[in-house]
């Protein structure tokens, strides 16, 4: 009987899979052995990747409805891309939203309803000529990746549709398929009842955007392969047991062989397969088995044969095996034994120039970016991702919470009010069905990878019987791993939907509440750490929380890369863009880019905090040795050298390696060795020791630092310091007081009530003179909190004040002069600004703060000056290398780096404030030629950012290209700046002991000197 498609298959939820096969496992196979060992591209598989003609159609109205009939001319048609966005490559335009549904406001519908007048549609057309190794047997079609619905022609014959976007559809094309060419013809839409339940965080998309391929299989097909390699109690037994179903009885096996190879070749075991009650099982005992785990992730190779009646091999599956057993002991989640620790991160598949059709040159990028910083988890934020990914997992060594493709966020929380009214799929059975379907599809590809611990029921759609149910169909077929939902924290009634506590953003204080009050569950954060912007501040405070509490294990930081994408600017270069860009109404604007990796793949300056805190090897040094703390559940040291480095004044004096094996979950110390002469001189010492990588490994090159401790000490002088010696000549005018010395000028100015003038032999260093500073350029946190509303009269003080006061006093060998000043803020607040020359022409700056109360928190307290755009080129004795702020310091060290000024403007999508370093003891500041100012501390160390623009050119500006061209430097030394924080970006406040309070009295100095 012929299946007639309907449109109406769009909004029915009972229609999500016309004539689509059954989910199966992402195997592969090979004709011969040889080749399966080889592991190439599959000759069985023909790539119909490439161009395909195209029509773009903003309904289904104004679509070419009968395109797909064999007498249809669509040669005058575009070309479009495949695997590709339709957004991305010229039709329509790409929408951001988060969790408002992309129609809120723009049409009054109610689930399962779709906008009838802007639905767009995709007709695609691929001509293809079947290959010959195809010829005269079965064909099928694979669809990797459609988004969001779509149905299928094959020369004018309807094959199929299917829903889901992100798990594979295929189709048999055998009886629709021609000698010579044939016209596949796919039509998308881009709503759908699915797209009801994908309203994940992201960019909203529509089209092929992953792979689609032909395929044939041998005469006898293993169709699906459920591999279990389990272990018992005591994990030193395993047993591999694959359960195959074939695609046909018709013709049967004589037999089925498996043989298991080690890493080294060797065959292991091999087995004969039986066959019972009509099913064909290998199952093998294995003594002593290497086991799998991210530290170590050991993977078996298992080929499995199948010969014909003849007794001739028609068929080989490869399949890489990990031993390794996951489960919950006395409340623990346990691997092979051990209690666990996610060190992870929530991952969207992003490219800025492709969006969701990335390649595996992205995702080669991102195994080796999250080894190499110390991730050991992920979680498919909110979606399951292409096989190739679960692949690198797997060999890399990555615990994977596997995500199926479910979001209904925008049906129950509405501007961060919980709302359920009309949530879907909640108790309706209706929609359970479709919802299942995503389960099935999501555990029938995925479930031979040994990286994926956990399955997740989706994401923030509440809950309810529909999503309990696929939480217990979770647990039927797969006792092997946990299951996972946060969405049961509005709705207590359904809490067994879940094996863990999960939460998201909860503060520091909320989680150990939790633990504190004997709980029943072991509690993970499933998103952490909102790193929108310059964020990720305070992490550590999570971090803490591992080794404080047994049944705190970890989170996943949201999330891994910035969602933006390149597009042109008026004048035709390229820039990153976020939401409301590309005029997409609505829009969530920049509230998609929380990475930690920007959007281009480069490494955002958080990393260095994530690295640091997510080290399993704890380095903890003294003056005499290191303590190391090895978190590692079964990996020793004995693949790292010890090395450890002394310096003085950021100045290397001594540098050896030590060998030092410390057990895992153990802790060890071995003592320096380092000549006595080398702290005899007076002066601050920072020993730092590293973890660096023997050899080179998968992920990274031999000399590779996985980790890295450091401790500061000072040997005290008992000689005093050395006396400036040399005369000073005042002139007091009317308007200025000049300080002459023999080579250099200063000036300040009574009517500017400030320093005007740093002239040293002709070269004048103000550009601006200096002036208090109390507000910084807001950050995507900051506009969370609504910092602009709460302390935005700082912003006006910054701009504005009254010079009260001058005061000159002149004594033997210096000059200085005190410069008094009012705020409109407040008629008690004092600030003073106090500059001290010495005949070398250094000047001593002094700005003391004297607060009062009933004021809002303070953003920084600084001094803040130009520099000609000349005096680019920076060297810190600071905290660094990368940026670093006092809630987001733990990763930073100590030491002397260089970098240009442009480098401090982060790539924050958005401009904010950027570029901080803090315990600077000195910085310089110089053109190319080496001449400039050095700015060093008095006292306490401070904090310092150099910039091409002012906080206010960063504060006015949406985008980078919207920034003025640079004509200076601009130079801002702070006793302190709050921290970034980053608990969330819609509310939550820095950390208390990261603040600024306005009723405090404050002081910091430091001294400028000429170079």
């Known amino acids: 009987m012929t299946t007639i498609p309907k449109i109406d298959w769009l909004t029915d939820v009972n229609v999500f899979a016309v004539n689509r096969l059954q989910a199966h496992s992402d195997h592969q196979y090979y004709e011969t052995l040889e080749q399966a060992k080889t592991a190439g591209p599959m000759a069985?598989?023909?790539?119909?990747?490439?161009?395909?003609?195209?029509?773009?159609?903003?309904?289904?109205?104004?679509?070419?409805?009968?395109?797909?009939?064999?007498?249809?001319?669509?040669?005058?048609?575009?070309?479009?891309?495949?695997?590709?966005?339709?957004?991305?490559?010229?039709?329509?335009?790409?929408?951001?939203?988060?969790?408002m549904y992309p129609w809120d406001g723009l049409n009054e519908i109610r689930p399962p309803e779709i906008p009838l007048d802007h639905n767009p549609v995709g007709s695609y057309v691929k001509m293809f000529t079947v290959p010959q190794n195809m010829e005269n047997k079965p064909v099928y079609i694979s669809f990797q990746g459609v988004e969001s619905a779509f149905y299928v022609w094959v020369n004018g014959e309807f094959v199929g549709y299917s829903e889901d976007s992100f798990t594979p559809a295929e189709f048999e094309l055998t009886p629709f398929l021609t000698k010579g060419e044939n016209k596949l013809a796919v039509e998308v839409y881009q709503r759908s009842t699915g797209s009801w339940l994908e309203d994940q965080d992201f960019w909203r998309f529509s089209g092929v955007f992953r792979d689609v391929y032909l395929y044939t299989v041998p005469e006898i097909h293993v169709y699906d392969a459920d591999i279990r390699a389990e272990l018992d109690s005591s994990f030193t037994k395993g047993t591999l047991r694959a359960d195959l179903k074939l695609l046909s009885d018709v013709a049967l096996p004589s037999k089925i062989v498996a043989e298991l190879y080690d890493t080294e070749g060797q065959i292991v075991v091999t087995q004969n397969g039986d066959f019972i009650d009509g099913k064909w099982t290998v199952s093998m005992a294995v003594d002593q088995p290497e086991l799998w785990s991210a530290e170590n992730p050991y993977l078996y190779k298992l080929y499995i044969q199948v010969y014909n009646e003849l007794?001739?091999?028609?068929?080989?599956?490869?399949?890489?095996?990990?031993?390794?057993?996951?489960?919950?002991?006395?409340?623990?989640?346990?691997?092979?034994?051990?209690?666990?620790?996610?060190?992870?991160?929530?991952?969207?598949?992003?490219?800025?120039?492709?969006?969701?059709?990335?390649?595996?040159?992205?995702?080669?990028?991102?195994?080796?970016?999250?080894?190499?910083n110390n991730i050991n988890a992920v979680r498919t934020s909110h979606y399951p991702n292409q096989s190739y990914w679960y692949e690198l997992c797997d060999e890399y060594g990555v615990y994977v919470i596997d995500e199926m493709n479910l979001e209904t966020h925008g049906s129950w929380q509405k501007m961060g009010a919980v709302e359920p009214s009309w949530n879907i799929p909640g108790n309706k059975p209706e929609w359970e069905n479709i919802v299942m379907d995503r389960a099935v599809s999501m555990y029938e590809r995925d479930k031979n990878h040994p990286s994926i611990l956990i399955w997740s029921c989706g994401n923030e759609s509440y809950a309810g019987e529909v999503i309990l149910n696929v939480s217990k169909y979770f647990k039927r077929v797969d006792p092997s791993r946990l299951v996972h939902y946060e969405g049961v924290f509005h709705a207590r009634e359904y809490n067994d939907t879940s094996d863990m506590e999960s939460r998201m953003y909860a503060k520091p204080a909320d989680i150990e509440n939790y633990l504190n009050d004997n709980p029943s569950k072991p509690y993970i954060s499933c998103e952490y750490m909102h790193a929108m912007g310059n964020s990720l501040g305070g992490m550590y405070k999570y971090t803490d929380l591992e080794q404080k509490y047994p049944m705190y294990q970890g989170g996943f930081i949201w999330d891994y890369i910035d969602q933006s994408i390149i597009k042109k600017d008026r004048y035709g270069k390229e820039f990153l863009a976020y939401g409301g860009d590309?005029?997409?109404?609505?829009?969530?604007?920049?509230?998609?880019?929380?990475?930690?990796?920007?959007?281009?793949?480069?490494?955002?300056?958080?990393?260095?905090?994530?690295?640091?805190?997510?080290?399993?090897?704890?380095?903890?040094?003294?003056?005499?040795?290191?303590?190391?703390?090895?978190?590692?559940?079964?990996?020793?040291?004995?693949?790292?050298?010890?090395?450890?480095?002394?310096?003085?004044?950021?100045?290397?004096?001594?540098?050896?390696?030590?060998?030092?094996?410390?057990?895992?979950?153990s802790e060890g110390r071995v003592e320096f060795i380092l000549p006595a002469e080398n702290t005899s001189t007076s002066g601050e010492y920072c020993i730092q020791t590293t973890f660096k990588l023997k050899e080179s490994n998968l992920w990274a090159d031999a000399g590779y630092?996985?980790?890295?401790?450091?401790?500061?000490?000072?040997?005290?002088?008992?000689?005093?310091?050395?006396?400036?010696?040399?005369?000073?000549?005042?002139?007091?005018?009317?308007?200025?007081?000049?300080?002459?010395?023999?080579?250099?000028?200063?000036?300040?100015?009574?009517?500017?009530?400030?320093?005007?003038?740093?002239?040293?032999?002709?070269?004048?260093?103000?550009?601006?003179?200096?002036?208090?500073?109390?507000?910084?350029?807001?950050?995507?946190?900051?506009?969370?909190?609504?910092?602009?509303?709460?302390?935005?009269?700082?912003?006006?003080?910054?701009?504005?004040?009254?010079?009260?006061?001058?005061?000159?006093?002149?004594?033997?060998?210096?000059v200085s002069v005190m410069f008094t000043y009012k705020l409109a803020i407040s008629e008690e607040v004092v600030v003073k600004v106090g500059y001290t020359v010495l005949p070398d022409g250094s000047v001593r700056v002094k700005s003391v703060y004297h607060g009062a109360e009933n004021l809002p928190q303070l953003p920084i307290f600084a001094v803040s000056f130009k520099v000609p755009a000349d005096y680019d080129q920076l060297e810190w004795y600071a905290m660094g290398p990368e940026e670093n702020y006092s809630d987001r310091a733990m990763g930073?060290?100590?030491?002397?780096?260089?970098?240009?000024?442009?480098?401090?403007?982060?790539?924050?999508?958005?401009?904010?404030?950027?570029?901080?370093?803090?315990?600077?003891?000195?910085?310089?500041?110089?053109?190319?030629?080496?001449?400039?100012?050095k700015i060093?501390?008095?006292?306490?160390?401070?904090?310092?950012?150099?910039?091409?623009?002012?906080?206010?050119?960063?504060?006015?500006?949406?985008?980078?290209?919207?920034?003025?061209?640079?004509?200076?430097?601009?130079?801002?030394?702070?006793?302190?700046?709050?921290?970034?924080?980053?608990?969330?970006?819609?509310?939550?406040?820095?950390?208390?002991?990261?603040?600024?309070?306005?009723?405090?009295?404050?002081?910091?100095?430091?001294?400028?000197?000429?170079?």
Not at 618 to 627: A, E, F, Q, Y
Not at 949 to 973: D, G, I, K, S, W
């Open 582 to 665: 590309f005029d997409d109404r609505p829009s969530d604007y920049g509230f998609c880019t929380n990475g930690i990796v920007y959007a281009n793949r480069e490494v955002s300056p958080k990393m260095q905090e994530v690295k640091y805190l997510y080290q399993n090897l704890k380095l903890v040094p003294d003056r005499s040795g290191v303590t190391i703390q090895n978190e590692s559940l079964f990996a020793d040291t004995s693949d790292y050298d010890l090395e450890y480095i002394l310096y003085l004044e950021g100045k290397e004096l001594y540098r050896d390696q030590l060998e030092v094996n410390v057990a895992p979950q």
């Open 936 to 1011: 060093s501390t008095v006292a306490e160390p401070l904090e310092c950012n150099f910039s091409p623009y002012t906080a206010f050119e960063l504060e006015n500006a949406q985008h980078h290209f919207e920034l003025p061209n640079v004509h200076y430097t601009v130079v801002t030394v702070a006793g302190k700046q709050i921290g970034v924080g980053g608990d969330d970006s819609w509310g939550a406040p820095v950390h208390e002991e990261h603040l600024i309070h306005a009723n405090q009295d404050m002081e910091f100095e430091f001294v400028i000197n000429r170079i």
């Open 311 to 372: 007794g001739k091999l028609v068929e080989v599956i490869p399949q890489k095996v990990g031993f390794r057993r996951f489960e919950m002991a006395d409340k623990i989640m346990c691997l092979n034994g051990k209690r666990i620790v996610f060190k992870g991160v929530n991952r969207h598949e992003f490219n800025c120039r492709t969006g969701r059709a990335i390649t595996k040159e992205d995702m080669l990028w991102d195994i080796k970016t999250l080894k190499q």
């Open 705 to 814: 630092e996985i980790a890295f401790g450091q401790f500061v000490f000072q040997v005290e002088s008992s000689e005093e310091p050395v006396q400036v010696n040399g005369e000073l000549r005042v002139v007091t005018g009317d308007v200025n007081i000049g300080v002459h010395g023999r080579d250099f000028t200063i000036i300040f100015s009574k009517q500017a009530g400030s320093l005007v003038s740093l002239n040293y032999a002709g070269k004048e260093m103000i550009a601006l003179p200096p002036a208090p500073l109390f507000w910084r350029a807001t950050t995507d946190n900051d506009r969370g909190y609504s910092q602009g509303f709460h302390s935005g009269l700082w912003y006006a003080a910054s701009l504005t004040r009254k010079c009260v006061g001058i005061e000159v006093e002149e004594a033997k060998g210096q």
């Open 44 to 99: 069985m598989r023909h790539n119909l990747n490439g161009n395909w003609k195209f029509n773009y159609s903003v309904n289904p109205d104004n679509r070419p409805e009968y395109f797909y009939r064999g007498d249809f001319n669509c040669s005058g048609w575009g070309d479009i891309t495949v695997p590709g966005h339709i957004q991305l490559q010229g039709y329509g335009k790409p929408q951001y939203v988060n969790t």
């Open 892 to 933: 930073a060290r100590l030491g002397i780096f260089k970098n240009q000024v442009s480098d401090n403007v982060s790539g924050y999508v958005m401009p904010q404030e950027s570029g901080n370093r803090t315990g600077v003891r000195r910085v310089s500041v110089t053109n190319k030629q080496g001449q400039g100012i």
